[in-house]
């Protein structure tokens, strides 16, 4: 019996890891739910990245909805997003609330130059201080976050077209008329 065992230990091993490598692959990433959904910001301060003298915290994400997106200028999807991003900028419905996260401050100054600046302000978070608590852990990520300073949703990935008329924008208008 144990040598039979032995022999059908490893095969039941690999028939487990590929069913979960199969799950895995058929699973999409931009579905992970986030367990700040439904709670408070997490609470923070950081150097605003455009305007030294300024501070971004929790404080600013109160009184108005707001979409804080986490971004970064070595990030190729967050380049693509911009422009929606830029797009979305003048909606007086929200503030666009920049993270810029695990980056170089020149370079991503240098990125704005050369695209524009659609974010109100932009917290400066280069050794991922504030992403940990927020639970970020990639790039680009966007959350809802409504006027009394609770998150509603995580968007992973850019933001499109699709993203904003399917997700984004019938929320958005959800929260302003709960106020």
């Keep these: 019996m144990s040598k039979s065992l032995r022999f059908l230990l490893p095969?039941?091993?690999?028939?487990g890891l590929a069913a979960l490598l199969v799950y895995g692959l058929?699973?999409?990433p931009s579905k992970v739910p986030s367990p700040?959904?439904?709670k408070p910001v997490p609470q923070f301060s950081l150097p605003d990245l455009t305007d030294s003298a300024r501070t971004v915290s929790t404080e600013d994400l109160r009184g108005k909805?707001?979409?804080?997106?986490?971004?970064?200028?070595w990030c190729s999807s967050c380049r693509a997003e911009h422009a929606s991003l830029m797009a979305l900028s003048s909606n007086p419905d929200f503030q666009i609330v920049g993270?810029?996260?695990?980056?170089?401050?020149?370079?991503?100054t240098a990125v704005l130059q050369m695209s524009g600046n659609?974010?109100?302000m932009i917290a400066y978070?280069?050794?991922?201080?504030v992403g940990i608590?927020?639970?970020?852990?990639?790039?680009?990520?966007?959350?809802?976050?409504?006027?009394?300073?609770?998150?509603?949703y995580k968007q992973i990935g850019p933001i499109d077209k699709t993203v904003w008329d399917e997700t984004l924008a019938p929320l958005i208008a959800k929260l302003k008329a709960e106020g």
């Design 118 to 120: 659609p974010y109100a």
């Design 65 to 73: 909805v707001s979409l804080v997106n986490v971004w970064a200028s």
């Design 125 to 129: 978070d280069p050794d991922n201080k």
């Design 26 to 28: 058929g699973t999409d």
């Design 133 to 152: 608590d927020w639970g970020v852990y990639g790039a680009p990520e966007t959350f809802v976050v409504d006027q009394h300073g609770i998150i509603r």
């Design 36 to 38: 700040l959904i439904g």
């Design 11 to 15: 095969l039941i091993l690999f028939i």
């Design 99 to 108: 993270l810029n996260w695990k980056d170089d401050a020149k370079d991503a």
